[in-house]
């Protein structure tokens, strides 16, 4: 039996020891880095799901934990991701500056997010969420701009202050830290405020707007294999935080009788429903990859907002499904462009092209994520949208549905941007000695494309944990069958779908193999107009892919980024207005606030 | 300001930088000058810096009787209405003209042109050899008078060889063909046997 | 041992069931002959008043196509220059098979009045094969659409096998070339 | 062993030292260790020096010394602190041995006197040994100002003491609070309290008395650096602890009053640390608020995690002002970017570094964390939903300006930057780091002290 | 289940014939409106058999996977369409949204194909495509929202049998501004001319066709006739009551394709920005009005 503290200590353990192989010798320690996540996911898979984890504590000083099937998902998802990740260590952290401590970074804030799902007192999840906060920042300024993690840690950082205030505030109001018990007894004002304070931090850890600033820099600028981690990942403990202040607490504010939504759940959606416009437009505009991506979760956390905050089981579903159908799919697409990235030495979409004919493998299961991303049957996505869907047009809420249909729409826009320009079109000659990703690369390459389908294909088992969430969290679960979903408004056989898809693919087959076969030609052979052209980089339509779109919002594009440089500007100035005030050279301008704090206190009580 | 007096302002400009051969007025907006091919950088400068900013053309002319070529430079003012030709005549054995890419840098392309169709060399000009028009041409430049080609389609282009009853002859047009030779029966009369 | 059933079963031998085949496809590919408009010269002027009411290109199943990929007729109208025709020749090596070329004008045929331009050449068929020429210095409307359903004859007879001569005669064709143009495909400065 | 030996030996030792100049560091370091000795051997109680009355109720004028928990804390910070510093500084600042014994005696003495007059003259004397301490930076102007900010303010202490002496008639300050108790009239008593807490304020860095910080620190030297925002800092929040927490009645508008200076005081100060582009301009502000929030801690009775956060903030600071101190000595050049890569071949280095930022920052598995959970728990059990916030933002605030120079200090700017720490600087480094870890991660010991320091207030309140 | 997948095949080779049929007898209907004879009815049959019997060209293994798996998409889109209200091969499983992205796996295959192609033009129109997408599907998407909503389901047949059900008008009826902008989708997912941006022969060499020919060509044909089938169909089914049975459909079917055909040929091409500018002003426009004077008014004619 698994005991929860056993595997943080453990973690923390085989982390010191990663950082000593990792000094020796990188292979060994990001090898020793695979295994010990092996372990963690394996023993966590064994008796989580039965909820057979030992949670007693023995040697940590005041920390407890409990388990919960909440907390259960969540955890199992990420360390799921992390263990697919650390496959990629081996071949990317002697790229990076301070290698020795990457594996050791990467364990601890995996211990973290351990205790942070296990933990049932609030200020324990704070302590767990700073450890990840400061873990991973470490981890991120050994990629490409040292800035990025300067965003993300003030972005974590007013996350987990705002968390904390609204701990503090609830312990106020009730007296006590557990999660449970404090939820349950919060009522009244301070329910609304914790509700916006408990937000505020799952926005800025979702990326959700307006607190999005964050994310496309730091995952654009993570180290490869990390990102996948950020926006798989990490990223969903601002969903962990969502459902604690959307469905947790749920303060009784007016209701809008037609949607029968509380207004502030409303407010939610629509800001989450703003996410989804934001990030896709954004994405749409981005050059790349990574960022491309990152926008791309910036949207899919708005999903996920969107979803909580209808206050129902089926949303609920769908959110939880998306939040697994996510970050299976964004961490294989971060995880392929990792691949090109390693063999190629940049992301920019520009500056790439037909991958495809070098790295079949690492496009398939881009093409993979990203159909699941885009939410096309017969991946996962589809299934959460679909619930999302049923969900939305079942309250009639009305933008909130324009922005989902735009994003639902915009993300094939941007998914297919990298598939066209970094994959497809013309293979470029710097790129021509390249090969395909190393076998060990491959290995969670394969299992997350085999996960991506399977979630849209047989989508019970899934939904079985999400009952059993959803059951926990005092709603009933939806129902659904081996095969089938039934929504409010319609059922679902994605096996149908899946088979029926294939039954079409046959066909077409079929009709391709009996008619005459093409005749093979070059790539650079294509109709110009009658036009020699022998350079391919002038035959590759990459660069301002979507320029007429983009052309319509370009001048509103900057305008959060310059939202909050000014905010930084006007800090600084306030600062400065304080040197100036304060820290004046002459002497006068100090005696001048002592006597005048004596007389405004003098003229109050005294004379 | 009109015209005459604009072309009397042209006169004077390229009589104080080089000597003009000959003048020729060409219409009441165009006028050409016949200079010396050292003067010609120089007047063209001046030109530049009194309004002329735009080199129109840039061509030549072959005069094999005086075995020369003769370039012309046409310049373009945008706020005075003359054009102004320059001609300078060069030898036309070996010719060669220094490029004039330091004052109009847009004369690049002319000048390969003129070197593809003439054979004039323009030292100072980077890729002057470059061929522009005719890809892979292989005879000597064609717009020389001495370049016949007829003769070099003749010798490149097979040529479609009909058999001597290609033409058939249509019943329609018998008549007409008759009224043809009437016609020239009446001609041979009137001239008195000359075609 | 081959048995004599066998034998009489022959007539429906592979070879035989392709020409049948083959047959069933030219009726659609007479009845759908989609143009790829070459228009190198003025001949092109006589396609507008072909393909719009008054004559009606479209009754025939035929109609303009934007690149040689899709079409089956390379349509050259008019004169040709060696520039011009580097890009055709190129542009009728991508086109799928099986293609017909359909040459309107004269300048194609002998020169025309350029038979003596030095960068026009006379004759088109020495460098790819032509199915139908269309004479007149235009072609008037009627002869266009007249060359066409001579073209569309040639295939039913299967006389219109111009791009089988060009696989047969390919060193031929390509010496011609060669001749005229040196490399067809060459450095073009301004693509690079 | 009686603690009179704790300032009367450094004072002995500091005129002894004027006379053999050669040696006085050793005699520093003999010093210091002696003091330590004194310190494992004495017991807690009042010391009445000078023949006067035992009774503490009689004794109004004499002069007496209390050893408390509280002030052990206090000269066990003050002293190790004192004596580490000196042994580092052993080489490079001879001569200013007689002034860290002066300093060491001014600031024992400040820490464990029970009577305000004699608080005022040990202020005098520690405030001298600073001065003469800031003369180490050869800016003089600066060192002059401090001097002025000091007078102001140990005037105002002063006449805030003659005022309360003539209201109660003496100066024992166990006596003192009795009286304040029993009168139980708090309007009469607001001058003089505020007199004395500006007073202090200056010394303490307290937000609109403290202009004197930015010429000092701004360009201090691994000597004074670490000693005027380590060493004194340290010990003037604990005097003003000890005067807010036992002393001090604060109330009504006064109250109100106090905490706006301190609130603007912690905000005020990382704003203007976020908005510098100097390191040591960063780490000198956002010590200023750090005290602010000491301080504001003491108002607000939680004393035990104040004590905590002066220590912790005393040790990180500093380990941070001796490292970046160390490195601008050879830059000779402290604006941030000028000092990119400093850590990119001192790796132990740079991870003390960053592990005091972090606990200055209060994050986990660091004694800051511990410490700021803690305390803002209390806080939430008081009630003060407001002050947390302000402390957050703060916190936001700070966080990302020293997370700012962290990255921007691990990683390569231009060119490439080498700075040699010596080995007793590293030790030092790690001892500090290390307890700054232990700390954090174990806290048991921490809660334990928090009982004792209770019992011992009210044996002062009870006499 | 067996047999279910042969209906739904047949529906597919079912919708193919119609539409091609009804796409040569509306060619010939333009040839007339422009006083020209016009090609035969069936001229589209020979087209594309023509294009399958040609030897065509290849750009390496995802140009042909890309067509395959565009053509078993939409196969499979067919597959699940009902052409009246009781005829269909998937009882219950009708749902709008398969159709909706399902029809995206075609366009993504399509698409990737296309650009795997190598051609920038086809990289452009699948840009085209995909920004025009962008464009007509939200104001589609609202109106069926708010269609789904009223009708409490999101089957096809089941939002038939609502229309059909006495007392309630068809939704073009019921919902005016929301048939308006239906129809206004509809022309721009059959690519008809305002929105035509992403074939523009003339200018971006027929888009992401550029580089197919022979059987490729012949399969994105039969692919775009399927295509049209189910939003055509779609069109009928949600908006116009569908059918009962399937002379009635064909009937709606033609009508509909027929106005949409005649539309498109006395207009001009938008370009690509004006395509998205357009739709996101008033169709957007009109079909949130829609939805909220319906669902939360309740105002349904």
New interface residues.
């Given amino acids: 039996m698994a005991s929860i503290e056993f595997l943080i200590l453990f973690l923390v353990g085989a982390g010191i020891i990663a950082y000593l192989l990792t000094k020796l010798n990188t292979i060994v320690g990001s090898i020793f880095t695979i295994f010990t996540v092996m372990f963690v996911f394996v023993s966590l898979a064994q008796y989580g799901f039965g909820m057979d984890i030992i949670t007693t504590v023995k040697i940590l000083?005041?920390i407890s934990f409990s388990q919960s099937y909440l907390g259960f998902y969540f955890a199992i998802l990420i360390v799921f991701i992390y263990l697919m990740v650390s496959f990629f260590h081996p071949y990317f952290i002697d790229k990076y500056?301070?290698k020795d401590s990457y594996n050791l970074l990467f364990l601890l804030s995996l211990a973290g997010i351990l205790g942070a799902f296990y933990t049932n007192n609030f200020?324990n999840l704070?302590?767990?969420f700073?450890?990840i906060?400061?873990t991973t920042?470490f981890l991120i300024?050994q990629g490409k701009s040292?800035?990025a993690?300067?965003s993300y840690?003030?972005f974590s950082?007013?996350g987990s202050?705002?968390l904390?205030?609204g701990v503090?505030?609830i312990?106020?109001s009730t007296g006590t830290f557990n999660i449970n018990d404090s939820l349950a007894l919060l009522s009244g004002n301070s329910a609304v405020l914790v509700f916006a304070l408990f937000l505020i931090a799952a926005f800025a850890k979702l990326g959700a707007f307006p607190l999005h600033i964050w994310l496309p820099i730091t995952h654009g600028n993570a180290p490869d294999p990390f990102s996948p981690v950020l926006s798989g990942a990490l990223v969903k403990l601002g969903g962990f935080i969502a459902v604690l202040a959307l469905i947790k607490i749920t303060p009784a504010t007016v209701m809008f009788r037609?949607m029968d939504i509380p207004i502030g759940h409303y407010l939610v959606a629509i800001l989450g429903g703003l996410t989804i416009v934001f990030g896709t437009l954004m994405a749409i505009k981005e050059d790349d990859a990574k960022k491309l991506l990152a926008y791309s979760s910036m949207s899919h956390g708005g999903y996920i907002l969107v979803a909580f905050s209808i206050l129902n089981s089926m949303a609920f579903a769908g959110g939880f499904y998306h939040i697994l159908a996510h970050a299976l799919a964004s961490a294989g697409a971060f995880m392929a462009i990792a691949a090109v990235s390693r063999v190629t030495g940049t992301t920019k979409i520009k500056e790439l092209g037909?991958m495809?004919?070098k790295m079949p493998i690492t496009?398939l299961a881009y093409?993979i994520a990203i159909?699941s991303m885009?939410?096309?049957?017969p991946m996962g996505g589809?299934i959460s949208k679909?619930l999302i869907?049923?969900a939305?047009?079942?309250k009639?809420m009305?933008?909130v549905?324009?922005a989902v249909?735009?994003g639902s729409?915009?993300s094939?826009?941007y998914v297919?941007r990298p598939?066209?320009?970094l994959f497809?079109?013309?293979?470029f000659t710097e790129y021509k000695h390249v090969k395909e990703a190393p076998i060990l690369m491959l290995i969670p390459t394969f299992v997350l494309m085999g996960l991506n389908i399977y979630t849209g294909v047989f989508p019970a088992a899934f939904l079985k944990v999400i009952n059993n969430i959803i059951v926990e969290l005092g709603y009933t679960g939806i129902t659904y069958t081996t095969y089938v979903i039934s929504?409010n408004?319609?059922?679902?056989?994605p096996a149908?779908?899946s088979?029926?898809?294939v039954?079409?693919?046959?066909?077409?087959?079929i009709?391709?193999i009996l008619?005459?076969?093409?005749?093979?030609?070059e790539?650079?052979?294509?109709?110009?107009?009658?036009?020699?052209?022998?350079?391919?980089h002038?035959?590759?339509?990459?660069t301002d892919?979507?320029a007429?779109?983009e052309?319509?919002y370009e001048k509103q594009s900057h305008w959060m980024t310059t939202f909050y440089r000014a905010l930084a500007e006007k800090?600084?100035?306030?600062?400065?207005l304080?040197?100036y005030?304060?820290?004046?050279?002459s002497?006068s301008?100090?005696?001048l606030?002592?006597i005048s704090?004596?007389i405004?206190?003098?003229w109050?009580?005294?004379l | 300001m009109n015209s005459i007096s604009n072309l009397e302002a042209v006169d004077n400009i390229i009589n104080s930088t080089g000597k003009v051969i000959k003048k020729e007025p060409i219409s009441d907006f165009q006028v050409a000058y016949e200079v010396n091919k050292s003067d010609v950088h120089q007047i063209l400068t001046s030109l530049k810096l009194e309004g002329w900013k735009q080199l129109s053309y840039l061509s030549a002319v072959d005069w094999p009787e005086e075995n020369k070529f003769e370039l012309v430079y046409i310049l373009l003012n945008w706020d005075k209405p003359v054009y102004i030709q320059i001609r300078a005549k060069i030898d036309r054995e070996n010719p060669s003209m220094n490029s004039i890419i330091p004052i109009f840098p847009g004369a690049k392309y002319y000048e390969r042109e003129a070197h593809e169709f003439f054979g004039i060399a323009f030292p100072g000009n980077p890729d002057y050899k470059k061929q522009l028009i005719m890809e892979q041409w292989d005879d000597i430049p064609p717009l020389r008078k001495d370049f016949d080609p007829r003769a070099y389609s003749d010798r490149k282009y097979p040529s479609r060889e009909y058999p001597d009853n290609f033409s058939k002859k249509d019943k329609e047009n018998e008549s007409l063909e008759k009224q043809a030779k009437r016609r020239k029966r009446a001609r041979k009369l009137r001239t008195g046997g000359e075609e | 041992m081959i048995s004599t059933k066998y034998t009489e079963k022959k007539k429906f031998n592979k070879q035989e069931i392709d020409r049948k085949w083959w047959e069933v496809g030219d009726y659609f590919r007479r009845n759908s002959l989609w143009l790829l408009m070459y228009c190198t010269g003025c001949c092109a002027i006589e396609l507008p008043p072909s393909m719009t009411s008054a004559y009606d290109m479209e009754r025939l199943g035929m109609g303009p196509m934007a690149t040689p990929r899709q079409a089956d007729i390379l349509l050259v109208s008019g004169y040709l220059s060696l520039k011009t025709l580097r890009r055709l020749i190129y542009t009728y090596e991508q086109m799928s098979e099986p293609r017909y070329v359909v040459a309107l004008g004269s300048c194609p045929i002998n020169g025309g009045i350029y038979h003596d331009s030095h960068p026009v050449i006379n004759q088109l068929d020495q460098y790819i094969p032509v199915d139908t020429y269309v004479a007149g210095c235009m072609p008037n409307p009627e002869s266009v659409l007249n060359g066409f359903v001579d073209l569309m004859e040639g295939i039913k007879n299967k006389t219109a096998n111009g791009w089988k001569k060009y696989h047969k005669n390919y060193d031929w064709y390509k010496k011609n070339q060669f001749d005229v143009l040196g490399e067809v495909v060459i450095d073009d400065e301004f693509h690079q | 062993m009686n603690v009179v030996f704790l300032i009367a030996i450094p004072l002995l030792a500091a005129f002894i030292s004027i006379l053999i100049k050669k040696y006085a560091s050793y005699l520093l370091v003999a010093v210091g260790l002696f003091n330590i000795a004194v310190l494992i051997f004495s017991k807690n109680g009042i010391v009445f020096i000078g023949g006067f009355d035992t009774t503490i109720s009689a004794n109004l004028l004499g002069i007496t010394l209390l050893l408390d928990t509280y002030t052990r804390i206090a000269l066990w910070v003050v002293n190790v602190l004192i004596l580490v510093i000196a042994v580092l500084n052993i080489k490079t600042y001879r001569d200013y041995g007689s002034i860290l014994l002066l300093a060491m005696a001014g600031l024992n003495g400040l820490l464990l006197t029970n009577d305000l007059f004699n608080l005022f003259v040990f202020l005098e004397i520690s405030g001298i040994a600073a001065y003469l301490l800031s003369t180490s930076n050869k800016k003089p102007v600066s060192t002059f100002r401090y001097l002025l900010y000091g007078a102001i303010g140990s005037s105002l202490f002063l006449f805030g003491v003659v005022i309360l002496y003539s209201m109660y008639g003496t100066l024992n300050m166990v006596v003192m609070i009795r009286e304040i108790s029993a009168s139980n009239n708090y309007t009469e008593v607001i001058l003089p309290f505020i007199l004395m807490f500006i007073g202090l304020g200056v010394e303490a860095k307290l937000l609109p008395f403290n202009a004197w910080v930015k010429g000092v620190l701004g360009n201090s030297n691994v000597l004074s650096g670490p000693m005027i925002a380590g060493v004194y800092m340290a010990a003037m929040s604990f005097v003003l602890g000890r005067l807010v927490t036992n002393l001090f009645v604060f109330e009504g508008t006064l109250l109100t009053v106090v905490t706006l200076i301190l609130v603007l005081g912690i905000v005020v100060g990382d704003l203007m640390a976020f908005s510098s582009s100097k390191v040591r301009e960063i780490l000198l502000f956002s010590s200023i608020a750090q005290s602010s929030i000491i301080i504001l801690l003491f108002v607000n009775g939680l004393t035990i995690w104040a004590v905590y956060l002066i220590v912790a903030n005393a040790l990180s600071k500093t380990v941070m002002f001796l490292v970046i101190n160390k490195a601008t000595a050879e830059t000779e050049n402290d604006e941030v970017d000028s000092l990119k890569g400093l850590f990119v071949h001192n790796n132990i280095v740079g991870l003390t570094f960053t592990l005091a930022a972090l606990s200055v920052m209060g994050l986990p598995l660091l004694v800051g964390f511990v410490i700021k959970l803690n305390y803002l728990t209390a806080l939430a059990g008081a009630g003060q939903i407001t002050l947390i916030a302000v402390i957050l933002l703060a916190s936001l605030i700070e966080g990302i300006y020293l997370v700012r120079l962290l990255v921007k200090l691990w990683y390569k700017g231009e060119k490439d930057l080498r700075v040699e720490y010596h080995f007793s600087f590293k030790m030092v480094f790690i001892a500090i780091a290390l307890s700054l870890l232990v700390f954090g991660n174990y806290s048991t010991p921490l809660n334990e002290l928090d009982n004792s320091i209770d019992t011992v207030s009210e044996v002062v309140n009870n006499g | 289940m067996i047999l279910s997948i042969f209906i739904g095949i047949s529906i597919a080779l079912f919708g193919f014939v119609l539409q091609t049929s009804i796409g040569g007898i509306n060619r010939k209907i333009i040839g007339r409106l422009q006083k020209r004879h016009g090609p035969r009815w069936y001229q589209e049959f020979i087209d594309i058999f023509k294009l399958l019997s040609k030897r065509s060209v290849s750009h390496g293994w995802i140009f042909d996977f890309g067509v395959i798996m565009a053509l078993g998409g939409i196969i499979a889109t067919a597959m699940f369409m009902p052409l009246t209200s009781t005829f269909l091969a998937f009882e219950n499983y009708d749902n709008f949204f398969i159709f909706v992205y399902l029809l995206a796996v075609g366009m993504l295959g399509m698409a990737m194909s296309a650009s795997g192609s190598g051609n920038p033009w086809a990289s452009i129109g699948v840009m085209r495509a995909l920004t025009t997408m962008l464009a007509y599907e939200v104001p589609f998407l609202i109106v069926v929202l708010t269609i789904v909503n009223l009708s409490g389901n999101s089957s096809l047949t089941e939002i038939m049998l609502y229309q059909q059900a006495a007392g309630n008008n068809i939704f073009l009826i019921a919902l005016p501004l929301g048939g308006i902008v239906g129809f206004i989708a509809l022309m721009g997912m059959l690519g008809k001319k305002p929105f035509e941006t992403y074939i523009a022969p003339a200018e971006i060499a027929s888009g992401p066709m550029v580089e197919y020919g022979g059987k490729q060509l012949g399969m994105l044909f039969i692919l775009h006739e399927i295509t049209i089938f189910i939003e055509v169909s779609l069109f009928v089914h949600l908006f116009l009551g569908g059918a009962t049975n399937i002379f009635e459909f064909l009937f709606k079917y033609f009508i509909v394709y027929t106005v949409a055909n005649l539309i498109s040929n006395v207009n001009g091409r938008f370009k690509i920005d004006q395509v998205v500018k357009f739709f996101y002003k008033w169709p957007l426009l009109m079909a949130v009005t829609q939805a909220i004077i319906a669902i939360y008014f309740g105002w349904v004619i």
């Fill in positions: 000083p005041g500056k301070y200020l704070f302590f767990f700073e450890i906060i400061w920042m300024p040292k800035e993690a300067v840690f003030g950082l007013a202050v705002s904390l205030l503090f505030v312990f106020n037609a037909g495809i004919h496009y093409l159909i885009a939410g096309i049957p589809f679909w869907f049923q939305v047009i079942d009639g009305v933008f549905g324009v249909f735009f729409v915009g094939f826009l297919f598939l066209a320009a497809l079109g013309q293979e929504g408004n319609g059922v679902l056989n149908l779908i088979l029926v898809f039954v079409g693919i046959l066909i077409a087959f009709i391709f008619l005459k076969k093409s005749r093979k030609v790539l650079m052979d294509t109709y110009t107009a009658g036009n020699f052209i022998h350079d391919e002038l035959f590759h339509y990459s892919f979507y007429p779109l052309r319509l800090v600084k100035e306030l600062g400065k304080g040197k005030l304060f820290m004046s050279k002497l301008v100090t005696l606030w002592i704090i004596i405004f206190l003098l109050g009580e005294v």
